[in-house]
C-alpha cells in the first residue's frame, strides 16, 4: 500500500468513494488523539503527524467543495487547515 500524506486522495479507503486526507492540526490533538499520545509519549516517541480522512457526500462531494451535502459535513469537523484543496 502506498504511503498517505496530506492533500492525497484516494479511492482505496471506502469502495466507491474518494477519499481525502489532511494533517490534523495540533490544537485538536488532546480532543481527538488521547490514547496515541499517550501512547507516543510513554515511549518516548515525537508525536506523529496525523491525517484525518475525510469522505464525500453521494454526489462524490468533499466537505469543502461547493454544494456538499451538509449532513456529510456536520458529520466531519474540520481539524486541518481551512486552506483547501
Keep these: 500500500m502506498a504511503r498517505i500524506t496530506h492533500g492525497d486522495t484516494s479511492t482505496d479507503v471506502l469502495e466507491g468513494y ?10 485538536h490533538y488532546e480532543d481527538y488523539l488521547g490514547y496515541a499520545i499517550w501512547f507516543h509519549r510513554i515511549e518516548g516517541r515525537e508525536i506523529f503527524p496525523p491525517l484525518q480522512c475525510l469522505w464525500p457526500d453521494h454526489e462524490d462531494r468533499l466537505p469543502w467543495e461547493p454544494e456538499c451535502d451538509d449532513a456529510i459535513r456536520a458529520l466531519q469537523p474540520t481539524l486541518y487547515e481551512h486552506a483547501v484543496p
Excluded: D, E, G, Q
Design 18 to 27: 474518494r477519499c481525502s486526507f489532511r494533517t490534523v492540526l495540533p490544537a
